[in-house]
């Protein structure tokens, strides 16, 4: 299994200002994702980091508000940028190691609280 | 699309009782489904999967889980409840071609009672 670390593990932010959320694994992969969770509630698909291309959104997430890089097969960074107190939330990063495998692995997540 | 629904946000169980979480699932292709714990503070760790084959499957922590198609159903059981498997539990989907992204169910908090 692939082991996912996340930095920072929290942050309290000021509205307006942005924040990046680094993602390292520690073998290459497949395939990254994002997902947010909001207080109390589940997880939601933000988007599908490409290695070398532009991320794919879900709907009603954009490149403007969450841009996305994946440098490389290990590594991918999430930005929440002009961030209001709705973007209050959990911040998870995960991962699929092979083509052919279907199992994700999680990252601790990014608690961020936005005042 | 797909989609995931689990019953009973909340339950709660003694300690050495049986624990039964319920998850319906709806998938337009064969799904490929997940079950996931949470612990406080803490990621999200792979319990149990199914993808093809056996339809009962095993996972970790003595959990288990029962694929029925004609039911779309994907419950997870452990005939023992254990305090430290007092957690958030989410089930999901995903499709077995693409991307395979997640869609996960609204999740259920499992409280274990002494």
């Known amino acids: 299994s692939a082991v996912i670390s996340q930095k920072p593990s929290r942050d309290i932010c000021q509205r307006g200002t942005s924040l990046t959320i680094q993602c390292q694994v520690d073998s290459q992969v497949t395939m990254m994702f994002w997902y947010r969770q909001q207080p109390g509630q589940s997880l939601t698909l933000i988007a599908t980091?490409?290695?070398?291309?532009?991320?794919?959104?879900e709907s009603g997430f954009v490149i403007d508000k969450f841009p996305i890089s994946r440098p490389n097969l290990t590594f991918s960074t999430l930005t929440v940028s002009n961030m209001s107190p709705e973007d209050s939330s959990i911040y998870l990063c995960s991962a699929r190691q092979g083509s052919l495998s279907y199992e994700q692995y999680f990252g601790p997540g990014t608690r961020l609280t936005v005042t | 699309a797909q989609s995931v629904t689990q019953l009973g946000s909340h339950v709660s169980v003694s300690e050495g009782a049986l624990v039964l979480l319920r998850c319906n699932y709806s998938?337009?292709?064969?799904?490929?489904l997940f079950w996931y714990v949470q612990y406080p503070n803490q990621g999200l760790q792979l319990l149990l999967k199914?993808?093809?084959?056996?339809?009962l499957v095993k996972g970790i922590n003595g959990f288990e889980a029962e694929f029925k198609k004609s039911e779309t159903s994907f419950h997870l059981t452990k005939p023992s409840a254990h305090m430290s498997d007092a957690a958030e539990y989410f089930c999901a989907v995903s499709k077995d071609t693409g991307r395979r992204a997640l869609t996960f169910g609204s999740g259920t908090r499992l409280q274990v009672q002494p």
């Open positions: 980091a490409n290695q070398g291309s532009e991320a794919t959104y």
């Open positions: 199914y993808t093809t084959g056996a339809t």
């Open positions: 998938s337009s292709v064969p799904p490929y």
